[in-house]
Each structure stands twice: as structure tokens, then as C-alpha cells.
């Protein structure tokens, strides 16, 4: 009984502050447009009972949903979002893993040194930062100044207002996101077995490959769905340092809420967002499942 109290305890919490927005933003998806506070008009009326359900059944159209694939801005930001968290997810992780390996690797008297440096910058505000790296970008920045000092460039680049500041933006802002889980696994990896791999004539990389990245997996795996998932649905830092060019499903739902004020439209495009976050999640996580029920 204890146990599954213990359990219920996570369960609840995920109920109250995951279904129960999500089941709000559900129906106002299904809800129509109105110039009214609140902008929509509700298809289900819970104070109707059975009665309203039945009419909301007898109503119901996904005319929101159906617009999402109408419209090309949509589909479009879609894929830009996962484009741009794709690439900054793989950046983040070939940035990341050299720096989660070195500190794993390195004294135990500097570890707690390398690890507070890591999520420094979790002490200053977020959107102090990323306001830091649009000075830092800009034509007249810090980086275009140091390129034409070194006689890299004759003129400023134009790095603001690109993609390539979102993904400088993204790198940054979640590296450590990326680093704590590989590190918290290359820690806990057994130095008797990069021994016995030498022992059987395996060099230190073919050691590295065969023994340290395979078992550096499920840390590799946590640090990318922890940059991922935040990444395609990032606004702020498109907004900043990517300008209007940049499109992200992010700027998208801010503008339908913000700007149209088209609550129906934006809460479809939260729940397809949503969609594409859980559905890959689950399947990985059953594939992990049924990998373990074999093994055993």
C-alpha cells in the first residue's frame, strides 16, 4: 500500500498540472472563434451534463485542426522547428559530450569546480543572456570586433537576425542541459572495463568506442530529449536573436494568442505541437521496455 501511494504521489502531480491544461487547451481547440473575452465560444458546456455532451458530440468538428493543414505557415513552421531543433540538438551534444567526458575524467578534487562552472550560468537571468549574446552578435559586437582584429573578416558578418544566432542561442542556453546527464553516466562508468579492453588490445579510442560511448547511452539519449523538447518549442530566443526571418512554431502560437487572438487556432497548433513531443517519447520508451523484458 505504501508503494503505491509513493507511486500515485508523481501520478497526481502530473494530472493536475499536465491533463488538466492540456484537457482546457483540448476544448478550446475544438471551440470556434468570437470578438468576445474570452476570444472563443465553448462547444461543451459542462454545466449542460449529459445533455451538453451529447450536443458537444453532435457539434463537434475539427475545422481548427483542418485549417493547420491549409495553411502553409503552419505546416512550414512545424518543420523549421523541428529542422532548427534537430541541428542545435546534435550541436549541443558534439559541444557538450568532449566537456561531460573531460570532467568525468578529470580529479576528484576538481570535479565539484568543473560542475559549479557548468550551471553558472543558471545564476544569472535567462533573458539577461540571451540579450548578452545580441550585443555579443550584433555588427558591432564583441565577435565582429575580434574577427576584424584578427584580420579574419575585412567586415562585419551579419550573424544577428539568423539562423545561426538561434542556434548559438540554443547551444548556449541548454548545454549544461546536455552535459549533467552524460557526465551523471560517464561518472558511474567502471574503470576496470576500459582496463580490460586495453588488455585485450583495443587502443584508447577503439576503447572509447566500443565500451565508453555505448554505455554513455542513456545518458546521450536523456541530454537530447532534454534540449529537444524545450528547443522546437522555443520563443524567446528566436524572437531575439533570430528576428522575423527565423520561423519557429513558437512565434507562431505567441502571435495566434497575442496578436490575432485567435485562441482556437493557437490551441490546435499547442496540441499537434504536443502530439509530436509524446507520441516519439512513448514509442521510445516501449522499444526501451520490450529491449529490457528481452534481456532478462
Do not use: H
Not at 30 to 45: E, G, H, K, N
Not at 90 to 116: F, H, K, Q, S
Request: proline fraction near 6%; charged fraction near 15%.
Amino acid at each position: 500500500m505504501r508503494g503505491r501511494i509513493v507511486v500515485a504521489v508523481p501520478y497526481l502531480w502530473l494530472m493536475l498540472l499536465f491533463m488538466v491544461p492540456f484537457g482546457i487547451v483540448l476544448k478550446i481547440s475544438l471551440s470556434d472563434y468570437a470578438v468576445s473575452i474570452p476570444p472563443y465560444t465553448p462547444t461543451l458546456d459542462p454545466s449542460a451534463g449529459w445533455s451538453g455532451f451529447q450536443d458537444f458530440l453532435g457539434e463537434l468538428d475539427f475545422e481548427n485542426f483542418v485549417w493547420l493543414t491549409q495553411d502553409a505557415l503552419y505546416w512550414k513552421a512545424y518543420l523549421s522547428s523541428l529542422k532548427i531543433a534537430v541541428i542545435s540538438t546534435a550541436l549541443t551534444l558534439l559541444v557538450g559530450y568532449p566537456i561531460a567526458y573531460g570532467m568525468a575524467n578529470a580529479p576528484d578534487e576538481w570535479r565539484p569546480t568543473l560542475m559549479m562552472l557548468v550551471i553558472l550560468p543558471f545564476w544569472t537571468s535567462f533573458l539577461i543572456r540571451v540579450y548578452a549574446w545580441m550585443g555579443i552578435l550584433s555588427q558591432e559586437g564583441f565577435l565582429n570586433q575580434f574577427l576584424m582584429w584578427t584580420g579574419l573578416t575585412a567586415e562585419p558578418l551579419t550573424i544577428l537576425n539568423t539562423n545561426t544566432a538561434v542556434y548559438i542561442g540554443i547551444v548556449y542556453t541548454y548545454l549544461p542541459f546536455m552535459i549533467l546527464p552524460i557526465y551523471a553516466t560517464l561518472e558511474k562508468l567502471d574503470a576496470s572495463l576500459l582496463e580490460a579492453a586495453a588488455d585485450l588490445g583495443c587502443t584508447r579510442v577503439q576503447a572509447f568506442w566500443l565500451v565508453t560511448a555505448p554505455l554513455s547511452k542513456s545518458g546521450v539519449i536523456a541530454g537530447c530529449f532534454l534540449v529537444f523538447i524545450p528547443a522546437i518549442g522555443e520563443f524567446v530566443i528566436p524572437s531575439l536573436l533570430g528576428g522575423s526571418r527565423t520561423l519557429m512554431i513558437g512565434k507562431v502560437l505567441w502571435e495566434e494568442f497575442f496578436s490575432n487572438r485567435d485562441w482556437p487556432v493557437a490551441s490546435a497548433v499547442a496540441v499537434i505541437l504536443l502530439m509530436i513531443l509524446v507520441i516519439p517519447i512513448i514509442l521510445f520508451q516501449r522499444n526501451e521496455q520490450k529491449q529490457r523484458e528481452a534481456e532478462q
